[in-house]
């Protein structure tokens, strides 16, 4: 089973400023209230492509688990990975940006829990039309987001099943639920969470956004700066 997502939105600022926003909206609690959930941040690699010119990064993400906690209450532990206290996941997130073209393309991914849901975030930013907007489309950034959910809990729950029939548990809930049930489930139970965090993001790229308008690039980047001195101490 596979559930689908797509929401458009337009900010009001340059592609540069935007793309900056972005790579910066974890940076720090202080800098965005709203990533507050996101633990820690590593760059894995990032290099500019000699022949395009294009940014590419590959960055990883320590985030509490966006997974419902109905589903964890659901399902034993031998699926989700055992015990009752809060659950996080690893995101792996690819970006490319094209500043002389003015767009951007992300993509994020889960890398644990797949067995249960996998989730696929994808951006694509770019700068509006002149002769659709004028000269405000300079000062503006338009995204387009989509998120796939895909759950096969029930097919490895089946399978599980045919190897243990003995197992009380699956029997039931594969007969009560039945497969497709069960992925319908999980993907709408995440993908309820998902819209909220989505609207929860884009008040935190605006409020990254205002930061980096009303202090400029620089009075942001000696802020981070300096919290991480302190945080050194």
Not at 3 to 11: A, E, K, M
Not at 19 to 29: D, K, M, V
Request: charged share 25%; glycine share 10%.
């Amino acid at each position: 089973m596979v559930l689908t997502h797509t929401t458009g939105h337009t900010y009001s600022h340059p592609f540069p400023t935007v793309t900056l926003a972005y790579f910066l909206r974890y940076s720090s609690p202080q800098l965005n209230p709203f990533a507050a959930h996101v633990l820690s941040t590593d760059t894995i690699s990032s290099h500019v492509d000699p022949d395009t010119r294009r940014l590419h990064t590959t960055r990883i993400h320590l985030k509490k688990s966006r997974m419902p906690k109905a589903i964890f209450k659901l399902l034993p532990g031998s699926v989700t990975g055992g015990g009752a206290g809060e659950k996080a996941s690893y995101i792996l997130e690819t970006s490319v940006v094209d500043i002389k073209q003015g767009w951007m393309k992300t993509e994020s991914r889960n890398l644990n829990f797949t067995g249960v849901l996998s989730v696929i975030e994808k951006h694509q930013f770019s700068v509006p039309s002149e002769t659709e907007r004028g000269l405000a489309a300079r000062n503006e950034t338009d995204v387009l987001t989509s998120v796939v959910f895909r759950s096969r809990l029930g097919e490895r729950l089946r399978g599980r099943l045919g190897q243990a029939h003995e197992d009380g548990w699956l029997s039931g809930f594969i007969g009560g639920w039945g497969t497709k049930g069960i992925q319908r489930s999980i993907e709408s139970l995440a993908s309820t969470k998902t819209l909220d965090q989505l609207g929860k993001s884009r008040d935190g790229m605006r409020l990254v956004l205002e930061r980096i308008r009303n202090n400029g690039v620089i009075g942001v980047l000696e802020s981070l700066r300096r919290e991480r001195q302190r945080q050194a101490q």
